[in-house]
């Protein structure tokens, strides 16, 4: 009787790990997401329009040359260059900022390197060694964290090798432990955004805030620049509703839902990322409001915030560029040449309105 | 070296010691024995701390102490061996033997070394040769508990209490545990010994306290003890004693000519049962007797599929059934009223009316829907029949006095319509009144043709309810009483009796 | 024991506990909703109370399954993970049409479900462990999936989640026709009862004969069955897949609603009643604040008040 009881069991539980395989083996094999047909018809990001600095690379503030960092000259074009990427490219950011990266290389004829530390620091750090244990000569890192950088700092200077940081900064001393750092600037993010509200209302009536994840330096800044430019500019418009969206569409949707009832007079909303923006969208159609009845003014660039510009959803989205890629390249260009760089660039965002987004929907990323 | 005069401990409700008085010298080995509730564990604890008593005092050492914490009596030389290893599984053997007082080197930091000989040594000195770096759990149960019995050992001890030591050993890992008693006692250490092996008993202990109820029964030197009269003693039931009949409800005397409807043959659980088989007629009332962790509960459970057993054959009406799965037990007709009531025998949050239909739920719902209106009848039936005592079907079992509680598990299964009904202790915890109640159940649902294995510490319930018993000892059948031989006497007699090979058979 | 003698004067007090923990929670619905008409503008107003109905449902699904888990003394972690592998799957199969496509995300829920019972009823991983498992997992899947939001275009989807019958929103009557099988199998079913023994007494129900494993794997798999279609629902609503951030703290919430509704932590009793109340009452509790244009830190401290009251009234009862 034994035997067969076991074997009763045991094939029960074999029979549930082969249903748990294979329907995992099934959810992989063959799936057919609504617009396959349409795949790679999405314009990659890499055809977007060059970069602009805003503060030149020989302009004002502390400059970083050869001779001040160490280290020779050599030609970028026979270099090795190593990028690591900080967060799994998930996001339409870093998805874009990668592949700028690799586009520009592609079309200097760089040989580019690439490690993704996938939101682990250890893992960034480990990439990084990596990258010059195989022979990079160059290193553009987009950082997970700005402190606990000390060792792989040590071995790259060990070899004189420059490193240019992007989208965040590390804390360590530029032109002696790296070379450059290339950023957006947030706060003048939030100020321009502010500019486009104000257009779009004329700068009367009540806006509301929905805010990123809260303790979040682009939060703090997006809503400083925002908040002083208001003030500053139009202080008939006031602030009237400041609540978190943690950058979420979910989120946002249902704040702004609950925002549009106790405030039906509300005149804007500004959401301090384009998902929180699309999702105020949502409620505003949901409620049965009409295109433009409520201005909305978001900070990002991405295709469907555009695109919700082309539809009159959306009144204006100031650009936050993650294509770094030509502003990369072209600092190590200047610095391998033992040219002056500037140890602080800005790179320039673009911005969409009314005007551009049908043309430049293409640049969207 | 340790004596105790006078002593009491109450706890709310029930007088677990009164008037103890207890004396251990030194370079003897002392059996401490009783029956469950009889006292025993309460003072034990008492000895190592653990309690204050209420009355009376301790003498160690010839003053009296009063210990505040198990560590102040450990401290005194006092050591006590649990049933259960409380040593720390996962540090090496070495650490566990030296455990709060290991070997310091010049910064005061652990001298590993040293540590590692002198535990080599300790255990060596047991007659134990294991490596001593290697963790605690690595070891088997009865090397586990050579290094408790170092540990105790090595902190000079001068009293050292066991409780149940042997409980899990091997018979070998048993006879190394002696050896080393012997030598303890040789070196004037007092040992305080508690065991329910008659066997052992016999073969290492020189005196021996008898609790019952929480009084000492009987105290002096065990060896011109005789083992009947201790098992009497231990019982509180007198030899050859003439009793008037009926002082439970039992009627006593139910067919025994028909098939047996239950079989079990050769349950085999390690350490527990060793080649238990009995049969149970309809209509039959069997009785399991035995002392104390003989295997009376284990071998129902075995047979009602809720302990898995390493050999053996279940049957019913000559159906072999699954073993090791309740629900197979169930099907076949086998029903058991748990010993631990409360925790696995009731649900306590559900009314009396959900508890009293779930095991036969399946058969009182329709595509899965409950049928409301059956159960109603059928828990008013069982209610009134059992004189369950309840304010109403909704009431949760939980608030029911123990009584009705078992009355409403013994609803539970009739409701199943079972052929088999095994009852581990149906009377305990309940009051007079409704053990009477459930006694005369019993004997009603035997005459209507239920085969009936009762389990019960009370002799006189078992004897007079049983038409045969069957008397376990150490996980053995030793003896069956039947007919006119189910007595008080011919049981005490099976339970004492001397085993044929020796202890280590 | 001891505490007999503590009984009697405590009483009153007892039974107070008992009346906050079984109708606490819907004197806490009702005193908010009270100071909502009083203090809060637009508060009156059919498309407010739509609005809010709307945005408990996907909550108040997943609470019933977690109040299914609660019930037989476990609890599902793997709720929310369960909610974005749905979303993953939706966008990825709704190329067959969306009923495929919501059938193969309950499918994948169902699954993740039936390795959680597994690990738990045959296996013997603590539920906490094995669907913190099964948490961790559902969501890197549903990432390999889908790693990044994508919009749901198809029109089906669009109308599940905007669209309504007689002014009830689909979603407002999916979550109640929910609630109300939830409530009638717990009621008049056999497996209902017998969640409730395995919650209240594992041993006593193994020895009872009951299918204890079997039951455990249908509880979670339910569970997981319930956050699928909640992850549906939060699809359709959103009209967009976004396996990062749906369903993020679910787990959380599912388990305050619960808790909050007078379901105890140490099972035995389901109260779906209460678990629906519980949802709604967090929801009111949040949309109050954000109506009155609060820090968002405070709805984070009202909500813990909520629950160390709810649990401070369920302490009492486990100690009885």
Redesign the interface.
């Known amino acids: 009787m034994k035997p067969t009881a076991s074997v009763r069991r045991t094939s029960a539980r074999h029979l549930l790990t082969v249903g748990l395989v294979a329907s995992l083996a099934l959810v992989s094999a063959c799936t057919k997401s609504e617009d396959d047909s349409a795949k790679g018809s999405t314009a990659s990001p890499q055809d977007g329009a060059g970069q602009v600095v805003s503060s030149p690379s020989t302009g004002s503030g502390p400059t970083c040359a050869l001779d001040a960092y160490g280290g020779g000259k050599l030609d970028l074009k026979k270099a090795t260059v190593g990028f690591s990427q900080s967060e799994k490219e998930a996001n339409p950011f870093r998805i874009a900022e990668t592949a700028s990266l690799k586009a520009e290389a592609a079309k200097r004829g760089v040989k580019l390197l690439t490690a993704n530390a996938q939101s682990q620091f250890s893992k960034q750090i480990s990439d990084v060694q990596d990258l010059i244990a195989k022979g990079a000569d160059l290193l553009v890192i987009a950082p997970l964290n700005s402190d606990g950088w000390e060792p792989v700092l040590r071995a790259a200077s060990a070899k004189h090798i420059p490193i240019v940081t992007i989208d965040r900064k590390i804390n360590a001393t530029a032109c002696k432990d790296y070379v450059s750092f290339i950023g957006s600037d947030f706060v003048e993010q939030g100020r321009r955004a502010a500019d486009r509200m104000i257009e779009a209302t004329g700068g009367k009536g009540e806006v509301a805030i929905l805010l990123g994840a809260a303790g979040n330096n682009v939060t703090t800044e997006r809503t400083k620049g925002f908040e002083e430019r208001i003030k500053e500019k139009a202080p008939d418009l006031k602030i009237v509703f400041r609540q978190t969206g943690d950058f979420a569409r979910e989120k946002g949707q249902s704040v702004t839902e609950n925002l549009i009832q106790s405030k039906p007079g509300i005149t804007g909303i500004y959401a301090e990322n384009d998902e929180m923006g699309l999702g105020a969208v949502n409620a505003l159609k949901g409620a049965g409001k009409k295109p433009g009845a409520v201005k909305i003014v978001t900070i990002d660039g991405t295709r469907n915030a555009v695109q919700g510009i082309v539809d009159g959803w959306i009144q204006g989205v100031v650009e936050s560029n993650p294509r770094f890629g030509p502003l990369a390249f072209q600092t190590l260009d200047t610095f391998t040449r033992g040219e002056k760089v500037s140890q602080d660039i800005v790179i320039e965002d673009s911005a969409y309105t009314e005007k551009n987004a049908a043309a430049d929907l293409g640049k969207a990323y | 070296m340790l004596s105790v005069t006078g002593l009491g401990k109450s706890f709310p409700g029930v007088r677990a010691l009164s008037d103890v008085d207890l004396t251990v010298r030194a370079g003897t080995v002392h059996a401490l024995v009783g029956e469950n509730g009889a006292g025993k564990s309460t003072l034990i604890k008492v000895l190592t701390g653990v309690y204050r008593p209420d009355a009376g005092e301790v003498v160690y050492d010839g003053a009296p102490v009063s210990f505040a914490t198990p560590l102040a009596a450990q401290r005194a030389g006092i050591s006590t061996i649990y049933q259960e290893v409380n040593l720390v599984p996962l540090m090496s053997v070495a650490r566990n033997l030296c455990l709060g007082r290991e070997p310091r080197g010049r910064l005061g930091l652990i001298d590993f070394r040293r540590m590692h000989r002198e535990a080599a040594e300790a255990l060596e000195r047991l007659g134990l040769r294991v490596d001593v770096r290697r963790p605690l759990r690595e070891l088997g149960v009865g090397a586990q508990q050579m290094v408790a019995l170092a540990r105790a050992v090595a902190v000079d001890a001068r009293v050292v209490v066991m409780d149940e030591p042997t409980s899990s050993l091997e018979p070998r890992e048993v006879a190394t545990l002696f050896r080393v008693i012997r030598m303890l006692r040789d070196q004037g250490v007092a040992v305080v010994y508690v065991s329910h092996r008659m066997d052992e008993l016999y073969e290492i202990c020189d005196e021996v306290t008898v609790l019952r109820d929480g009084r000492v029964v009987h105290t002096g030197p065990l060896a011109g003890l005789d083992r009947l009269r201790l098992v009497s003693l231990m019982l509180g039931r007198e030899i050859g004693e003439v009793r008037a009949e009926g002082l439970t409800k039992f009627s006593g005397g139910h067919d025994a000519e028909s098939e047996p409807v239950l079989r079990a043959t050769d349950l085999t659980i390690r350490h527990k049962l060793r080649g238990v088989s009995l049969a149970v007629r309809p209509g039959e009332v069997v009785g399991l007797g035995g002392l104390l962790g003989s295997g009376r509960s284990e071998t129902a459970k075995a047979i009602a599929g809720a302990l898995p057993t390493d050999a053996g054959r279940v049957a019913v009406a000559g159906a072999p059934v699954r073993p090791g799965s309740t629900a197979a037990a169930i099907r076949a007709g086998i029903s058991l009223l748990p010993e631990d009531r409360k925790a696995e025998g009731i649900v306590p949050g559900l009314s009396v009316r959900e508890n009293i239909a779930l095991a036969a739920l399946p058969a009182l719902s329709r595509f899965g829907l409950v049928d409301d209106a059956r159960i109603d009848r059928i828990v008013d039936t069982f209610v009134k029949r059992l004189r369950i005592k309840t304010a109403g079907p909704h009431q949760r079992v939980g608030e029911l006095s123990g009584g009705n509680q078992q009355k409403v598990l013994l609803a539970r299964w009739l409701a199943l319509h079972p052929k088999v009904l095994l009852l581990d202790e149906p009377t305990r915890g309940i009051d007079v009144g409704a053990k009477a109640e459930v006694q005369a159940l019993i004997d009603e649902l035997a005459d209507d043709g239920l085969a009936v294995l009762l389990i019960s510490s009370d002799t006189e319930e078992l004897i007079e309810g049983s038409d045969r018993v069957v008397v376990l000892k150490e996980g053995v059948v030793v003896s069956e009483l039947t007919g006119a031989a189910v007595t008080e006497d011919a049981l005490m007699r099976a339970i004492a009796a001397v085993p044929a090979g020796g202890p280590d058979d | ?2 505490e ?2 503590f009984a009697r004067p405590s009483l009153d007090r007892a039974r107070l506990l008992r009346l906050l923990q079984d109708y606490g929670v819907y004197a806490g619905v009702l005193v908010l909703l009270l100071f909502d008409v009083a203090f ?4 009156l ?1 059919v ?2 109370f739509r ?1 809010q109905a ?2 408990v449902a996907p909550v108040l699904v997943v609470a019933l399954g977690m109040a299914l888990a609660i019930g037989a003394e476990g609890v599902d972690l793997s709720v929310g993970s369960v909610m974005a592998l749905s979303t993953s ?1 939706i ?6 049409g969306p009923w495929i496509a919501v059938l ?1 995300a309950l ?2 829920g169902i ?1 993740v479900g ?2 959680n019972g ?1 690990l738990i009823a ?1 296996v013997g991983v603590q539920p906490i462990v094995a669907t913190l498992a099964l948490m961790v997992a559902g969501r890197g ?1 549903a ?1 390999v ?1 889908l ?8 029109p089906d989807m669009a109308a599940l989640g ?1 669209g309504a019958v007689l002014g009830v929103p689909y979603l407002v009557l999916i979550a109640a026709g929910l609630a109300l099988l939830t409530a009638f199998v717990m009621r ?4 209902g ?2 969640v ?2 395995i919650g ?2 594992r ?9 204890v494993g079997r039951v455990l794997v249908v509880v979670y798999v339910s569970c997981g069955a319930l956050a699928a279609i909640a992850g549906v629902l ?1 699809t359709a ?4 897949s ?1 396996p ?3 369903g993020t703290l679910m787990e959380l919430s599912a388990i305050t609603a619960v808790v909050v509704g007078g379901t105890p932590l140490s099972g ?2 389901v109260r779906v009643g209460g678990t629906v109340a519980g949802a709604v009452l967090i929801q009111l509790l949040t ?1 109050t604040l ?2 009155h ?1 609060l820090p ?2 405070w709805t984070q401290i009202a909500q813990a008040a909520v629950i160390v009251l709810a649990v401070y009234a369920a302490r009492e009862r486990g100690r009885r």
């Open positions: 024991m001891t007999l003698t809060t503008p637009h508060f107003s498309e407010n609005t709307v945005q799957l966008s990825l199969y709704l190329g067959y193969v499918a994948g699954v039936a390795a597994a045959f899947v990432l999936l790693p990044q939001l994508k919009d749901v275009r198809d905007s008049r079913t056999t497996f009862r017998q409730l023994a209240d007494s041993p006593a129900a193994r020895l009872a004969g009951l299918p939060a609503r959103l009209s967009a976004d990062t951030s749906l035995g009793r949309t954000i109506k244009d968002p830190s």
